[in-house]
């Protein structure tokens, strides 16, 4: 059973810096590329960052290039986002979730387990 809990969410100012964690277990984890999502409230869940297995190649949703960076740890199963610059607009509840094989990493429906979800809230 594949278990992803996310943390290190939070009220931060506009301006301010946030890292979220994703801690996996349940399959070998550098195995597996991974993703993470967002979604506010009213809309559908957006991707923001991908991740290949051995971190060496990644991706970024262009509303949060330069100021967000998804790395991973395969060492302790864990994988990160640190969001720098945050905007109002970044408020959401972030989402980790695990590649499927052949599953394309932009979209949901090419990721198979989710975690539950922290929010990020930042304030004008």
């Known amino acids: 059973q594949v278990q992803l809990v996310e943390s290190g969410g939070g009220l931060v100012q506009a301006g301010g810096s946030l890292r979220l964690s994703c801690a996996a277990s349940?399959?070998?984890?550098?195995?597996?590329?991974m993703g993470w999502f967002r979604q506010a409230p009213g809309k559908e869940r957006e991707f923001v960052a991908h991740?290949?297995?051995?971190?060496?190649?990644?991706v970024y949703v262009d509303s949060v290039k330069g100021r967000f960076t998804i790395s991973r740890d395969n060492t302790k199963n864990t994988m990160y986002l640190q969001m720098n610059s945050l905007k109002p607009e970044d408020t959401a509840k972030y989402y980790c979730?695990?590649?499927?094989?052949?599953?394309?990493?932009?979209?949901?429906?090419?990721?198979?387990?989710w975690g539950q979800g922290t929010q990020v809230t930042v304030s004008s």
């Open positions: 349940g399959r070998t984890f550098s195995s597996y590329s």
């Open positions: 991740i290949t297995r051995t971190g060496q190649g990644t």
């Open positions: 979730a695990q590649l499927k094989g052949g599953g394309s990493y932009d979209v949901p429906a090419g990721y198979d387990y």
